[in-house]
């Protein structure tokens, strides 16, 4: 027999039964009155769908743009580009010239006392990088700027007084102190030839936050890190760094003898596993989480006019796809160190010749990490060759080998003179390396790249390390620091100094 089909339903209500079943609220209370019927709300599976459904929309467009409006007046305004002329001619894709600048106002007097961040501040540059999008939107490459670098500024105009400043050098980092965010980009855009479309200024309290609002971000370190200037203490391994513990992270100078280019690759090593953590946490996919992320990081920045909605979701949508091997690293390349300059002290000099091919292929958007040959495995050491001075002198009769001996090493990293000297006895057998005390770290690490060679110490030699060539010398082995960033300006991809 065929089912009958569902009767419709009735417009007159149904005779209820006496007695009500268990399952049933009754219909009358126990004095005989009507029981007032509370409304029923509506379905949830009705707000689960329409939750689903905003969620797979926002994601799709990477952040949501009404979540990204709102954050828009969070932002303080600059104008880093008026009145500039005779700028550089735009490339592909975008570059961020993103500063940061050592302004605490913000942070608390418990956070100065704990963090070593008393004093006051020079405002002037902690941080220089230039972070160029790829026109694909596949790949970020990040140029660290030494603070200290020589730099010479492009004619200026004070804008309050009309005078006019002729050019004259300076240290990179007082340019903001000079002439703020334009003479800044003026500069940079000087030197590079690289055009910035759009400046980004962190200060201490955005950056605390941001890491903060991150459920903070995880280093690793392959020996302890101790700097009694900023308070920094790790021991060797992974640490996972609060906002405070980070700012004392990414400033610390005295770690180890690499000084501010230590600091910089430490920057970097820090914004990869930044990128790495708002990548893999899903932040870019949630509005909500990313709007606390960049409430927190935008809460005290400032930045051009043009950077707005249309930006930081163009941004958003492109780090989506990012991960840590997306994001590539390097510092400019130096060509000297303590370049001494009257009326400004010890500077560094860029090597305009390295310098000018690395700013090339930024304009060109090309990746700065090329693919290179395999090569010998290198034996790992506690200071990096490239922090590493040395002279060499001959200690034989054989002609050519101090020349061949000095080659050798600075073709693996060491920074020698490049002018080898005869040593005053030509009958030496065994390789020495002779060494101040002070520098035994760096002495060690220099013996490992001559295989046999005998350490001497010299107190007060100074941190010139010599190596006297013997007749046993055959060649200089491939060394490497443990840390692979330390005090090295080559390019990186962020997979290769995040935490494995």
Excluded at 196 to 217: P, Q, W
Aim: charged share 25%; hydrophobic share 35%.
């Amino acid at each position: 027999m065929s089912p009958l089909p569902t009767p419709p339903r009735s417009p007159v209500r149904p005779q209820r039964p006496p007695q009500p079943s268990p399952a049933r609220r009754p219909t009358r209370r126990y004095d005989g009155r009507p029981v007032r019927r509370v409304r029923r709300r509506k379905p949830r599976w009705a707000v689960r769908a329409l939750t689903t459904v905003s969620a797979v929309v926002l994601a799709s467009a990477g952040i949501g743009h009404a979540v990204v409006t709102s954050l828009d007046a969070d932002i303080a305004r600059v104008d880093p580009f008026k009145d500039m002329k005779n700028r550089p001619e735009a490339g592909n894709g975008m570059n961020v010239l993103l500063v940061g600048t050592d302004g605490r106002d913000r942070i608390t007097e418990a956070e100065r006392r704990k963090y070593r961040l008393g004093g006051a501040p020079c405002h002037c540059t902690d941080t220089i990088m230039i972070v160029h999008i790829s026109e694909d939107r596949e790949r970020a490459s990040i140029v660290s700027l030494p603070r200290d670098s020589y730099a010479e500024t492009p004619e200026i105009t004070d804008p309050v007084t009309g005078r006019r400043t002729a050019p004259h050098p300076l240290k990179l980092n007082a340019a903001y102190a000079q002439g703020g965010p334009t003479l800044t980009v003026r500069t940079v855009e000087d030197m590079t030839h690289v055009k910035i479309d759009h400046y980004l200024e962190v200060d201490f309290a955005s950056f605390m936050k941001t890491v903060d609002v991150l459920g903070g971000v995880r280093v690793c370190t392959a020996r302890p890190l101790k700097d009694s200037y900023t308070g920094l203490d790790l021991s060797a391994g992974s640490h996972l760094l609060s906002g405070g513990q980070a700012l004392q992270y990414v400033r610390s100078r005295h770690t180890d003898g690499s000084s501010d280019l230590g600091r910089m690759q430490r920057q970097q090593r820090f914004l990869a596993a930044l990128v790495g953590q708002a990548t893999s946490s899903g932040v870019l996919l949630n509005p909500m989480k990313f709007r606390d992320v960049t409430r927190a990081a935008l809460g005290s920045v400032r930045a051009d006019k043009g950077f707005g909605t249309d930006e930081l979701l163009d941004l958003g949508r492109a780090m989506r796809n990012f991960s840590p091997s997306s994001s590539e690293f390097t510092t400019v390349p130096i060509g000297r160190m303590g370049y001494v300059v009257k009326g400004i002290g010890s500077t560094l000099k860029w090597d305009e010749t390295k310098a000018r091919k690395l700013f090339q292929d930024l304009r060109e958007d090309k990746p700065l990490a090329a693919p290179r040959a395999p090569r010998p495995k290198a034996v790992r050491v506690a200071v990096a060759p490239q922090q590493i001075r040395v002279q060499v002198e001959n200690g034989t009769a054989t002609t050519g080998l101090g020349k061949r001996v000095d080659g050798a090493l600075a073709a693996t990293g060491f920074r020698t003179t490049g002018r080898p000297v005869t040593a005053g006895d030509r009958t030496v057998r065994r390789t020495v390396v002779a060494y101040d005390p002070r520098w035994d770290r760096s002495a060690k690490s220099l013996a490992t790249a001559l295989p046999g060679s005998e350490l001497r110490a010299v107190p007060g030699q100074g941190p010139l390390l010599k190596v006297i060539a013997g007749a046993d010398f055959k060649k200089v082995a491939r060394v490497r620091a443990e840390d692979r960033q330390q005090g090295e300006s080559g390019v990186v991809t962020g997979d290769q100094v995040v935490c494995p």
